[in-house]
């Protein structure tokens, strides 16, 4: 399978996104363990400033050395040493830049034995600062792992939510790039259209007119004036057409149009009669089945009128063969469903989500077996949109298709 190179430019990008991560990951496990050294580093020396503290006092008291040294003594005067013991020990930690919360405790090895240590417990001997020796303090901080980690990890949190912001600024970029390059696209087959559009009818007109003023001074048969001259102006009316469809695709932004009650049946009449003597010719058939009872809007009459001339328009020019072509009314929940359904070539599901964007059209690069600019169904979408409404396609290639269109309806 072939990637272009937008593709393997985004494949890159998540990769090298992906790996700067990791990267920061592996900072913030070596910063942590950094930070470890110089907390444990602090640590030993509040406590050995702790233990000095300690001893001096517990040798000017005799209470404080029997609470250090674990000797029998009252409730009371416990809670007064643990309290005095406490604030020494706080103070030097401050000193140092810790603020945690901690447990500290003394122990006596000779009667318990060595006591047990994890990472997160500190010891110092008392040895040779007091009368009795094998008296240890012991101290413990209970959230030090996530100290560690909020110390060292600070910047890491920055860095990797600027990096998520940008994989997330990336991926929309990526979007809005693919599909500002499909509207491109779309806008270069729009050119393409409109300059064969146009290019055919002058043309024509050129031909026609050179030939009426060639022979203008000979014996030129009237007949043959009648028909270049209707030749001029049928060829005219089509960019009278082509022109008036652009101009009213850009009549739509900002419209101010006045809104009025539109009664739809009497609207699908309307442009019915404009088509059928079209469809006659063409051997095809036109049918109705207006059911819906309420089928008053509020809307622009003219824009809706260009809309459904729109649909009915496709609906002959892509028929296979003779048109048969259906349009039907209900209502349902105050609504009212417009439906118009063809035999004819029908719309890959794979254009649906593209069928109603401005310049699309379904056709094997600039083959023009249809006509027109790619216009219409953006035109007749934005018609309804701007009446509330919703419109849905229901097509299968070579099976016909069926637009319907969803409107609000006044209940009378």
Do not use: W
């Not at 020796?133 to 920055?158: C, D, H, M």
């Not at 064969?196 to 001074?217: D, G, R, W, Y």
């Not at 118009?340 to 719309?347: A, C, H, L, W």
Request: proline share 1%.
């Amino acid at each position: 399978m072939k990637i272009d190179k937008q593709s393997l430019l985004a494949i890159t990008t998540f990769i090298l996104l992906l790996m700067l991560i990791g990267i920061q990951f592996i900072f913030l496990v070596r910063a942590a363990k950094l930070e470890q050294k110089h907390f444990n580093h602090r640590v030993v020396l509040a406590l050995s400033e702790s233990r000095n503290e300690i001893a001096r006092a517990a040798n000017a008291c005799q209470y404080m050395n029997n609470y250090v040294c674990g000797k029998q003594c009252t409730k009371d005067m416990a809670t007064v040493n643990s309290q005095k013991a406490d604030s020494i020990i706080r103070s030097n930690l401050a000193i140092h830049k810790i603020n945690l919360d901690y447990t500290f405790e003394f122990v006596n090895i000779e009667k318990e034995g060595n006591a047990k240590s994890d990472v997160s417990c500190y010891e110092q001997s008392l040895n040779g600062l007091l009368a009795q020796n094998g008296i240890k303090l012991l101290i413990t901080f209970p959230e030090q792992s996530q100290f560690i980690f909020a110390q060292a990890g600070t910047l890491f949190y920055i860095s990797i939510a600027v990096i998520v912001f940008v994989m997330i600024s990336f991926v929309f970029t990526s979007r809005l790039f693919s599909n500002q390059k499909r509207i491109l696209s779309n806008t270069k087959d729009f050119i393409d259209n409109m300059v064969h559009e146009f290019q055919t009818p002058v043309a024509n007109i050129k031909l026609a007119s050179s030939l009426i003023k060639k022979n203008i001074n000979t014996d030129f048969n009237g007949e043959k004036i009648n028909n270049y001259t209707h030749l001029i102006q049928d060829e005219n009316n089509k960019i009278k057409n082509h022109v008036a469809d652009i101009l009213r695709v850009a009549d739509m932004i900002g419209s101010k149009k006045e809104m009025a009650d539109v009664n739809m049946h009497q609207l699908i009449h309307d442009c019915t009669n404009i088509f059928r003597e079209t469809i006659n010719r063409a051997g095809g058939s036109l049918s109705l089945d207006l059911k819906a009872n309420d089928c008053v809007v509020r809307g622009k009459k003219e824009y809706l009128h260009h809309a459904l001339c729109n649909l009915l328009d496709n609906a002959i020019k892509y028929s296979r063969y003779e048109p048969d072509i259906k349009i039907s009314t209900i209502n349902k929940k105050k609504k009212m469903y417009l439906a118009i359904s063809d035999k004819g070539i029908g719309i890959d599901p794979e254009n649906h989500k593209n069928i109603f964007e401005k310049y699309f059209r379904v056709t094997n690069g600039n083959i023009h077996d249809t006509k027109g600019f790619g216009l219409g169904l953006d035109f007749v979408k934005t018609v309804v949109l701007q009446h509330g409404g919703r419109i849905h396609i229901n097509s299968q290639l070579n099976k016909g298709s069926t637009f319907t269109l969803v409107f609000k309806v006044i209940t009378l």
